[in-house]
């Protein structure tokens, strides 16, 4: 099992969100490293769940991978704001996963936390101007965030 963190817009679909529908895909990816990233993800895998874009923004829960390699099917509707018209059926640009929720932490761990907590090294997130969506977290950082959700 491998550890990922996933970023969200809470307006866009939160961790309640998912909490509410028990599964989705995590579609509208449309960075080629953050799509890489996803291309690695295995059934199994853990995800921390991150709130951007918010105040403060910060990891809020867990999610785990139930599908990969599944192809992004926003890519191909003309009336989806993650179109992209390069991307044909028959050979996708855009892959991801179908997450399952797991838990929402008691509290948010938040971005001041993180930074005050972790390196740049040990999570990609806290580096300055970082702005991918889906990002890997090693195994010795995942311990450490789920001591500090409370869930070791």
């Known amino acids: ?27 509208g990816v449309r960075n080629y490293q953050a799509r890489n990233f996803l291309r690695e993800m295995a059934v199994g895998d853990r995800l921390f ?13 867990l999610a785990e991978v ?3 390699d599944i192809v992004d099917p926003t890519q191909f509707d003309p009336q989806d704001k993650h179109y992209d018209p ?21 509290e948010m ?4 936390v993180l930074k005050a907590t972790f390196t740049p090294e040990e999570l990609v997130v806290v580096r300055r101007g970082n702005r991918l969506s889906v990002m ?3 195994e010795a950082t995942a311990v450490k965030l ?4 409370g869930l070791e």
């Open 66 to 68: 139930t599908e990969s």
């Open 86 to 106: 390069k991307s044909k059926p028959e050979s996708p640009r855009w892959r991801t996963v179908r997450l399952k929720y797991v838990a929402t932490f008691g």
């Open 49 to 61: 769940y991150y709130h951007s874009n918010t105040k403060p923004p910060g990891i809020v829960g």
């Open 109 to 112: 761990i938040a971005l001041d």
């Open 1 to 27: 099992m491998r550890y990922w963190l996933v970023k969200s817009e809470p307006s866009e679909y939160s961790i309640a969100d998912l909490a509410r529908d028990g599964e989705e895909i995590w579609d």
């Open 136 to 138: 890997p977290v090693p």
């Open 146 to 149: 789920l001591g500090l959700a």
